[in-house]
């Protein structure tokens, strides 16, 4: 993989192949040319586009990951050939993104501007990944699942307590034999 901790400017074409361009956090890319993403492309500080990004090949999915960063697009986006962007932080698009996949709005974050083709999906926040989306969710950083089995009877998010679960027993319409042997 290849780690920016500067500034890394493309005038010409930067072809990120089966591995990883990492942009971290006081990382800035600049694009003035072309990028082909045939990997992946880490982004978490600061990413201006005023050329071409685009996913050249049929070869499987292909990434750009916008996690901590910004994506400010001024040129062309292509996403074909099963290309993602996957967005956690925020996308500023002024120029043009023609989504032919994927582009996957996570947790709130921001998506400004048009695209073309398939809509941006936005999807809610499950941090602790028990199925209970964090706006609903009452513990949303501890699972209601422990050993691949759900210990949430009331949908609250939590594991519950004996408390809550003799209450849920007792609020139930099982027959008065059941409840006794629970």
Do not use: H, M, W
Not at 28 to 42: A, D, K, P, Q, S
Not at 97 to 110: D, S
């Amino acid at each position: 993989p290849i780690e920016n901790v500067g500034i890394f400017t493309n005038n010409g074409t930067l072809k990120i192949g089966g591995g990883n361009f990492n942009n971290n956090t006081v990382g800035t890319l600049t694009n003035e040319g072309t990028i082909n993403i045939i990997g992946t492309l880490f982004n978490a500080g600061s990413l201006t586009n005023n050329g071409i990004i685009t996913f050249p090949n049929n070869f499987g999915t292909r990434t750009i990951s916008n996690n901590g960063g910004t994506i400010d697009n001024y040129g062309t986006i292509d996403i074909i050939n099963f290309g993602q962007i996957i967005n956690f932080t925020t996308i500023n698009n002024f120029g043009t993104i023609n989504n032919g996949f994927r582009i996957t709005n996570k947790c709130g974050a921001t998506f400004n501007g048009a695209v073309t083709g398939n809509p941006v999906v936005f999807e809610p926040c499950d941090t602790d990944g028990d199925g209970i989306v964090d706006a609903l969710d009452s513990c949303p950083t501890v699972s209601a699942i422990v050993d691949g089995v759900s210990r949430d009877a009331n949908n609250d998010g939590c594991i519950d307590t004996a408390e809550e679960l003799l209450e849920e027993i007792n609020s139930s319409d099982l027959p008065e034999g059941t409840k006794n042997s629970l």
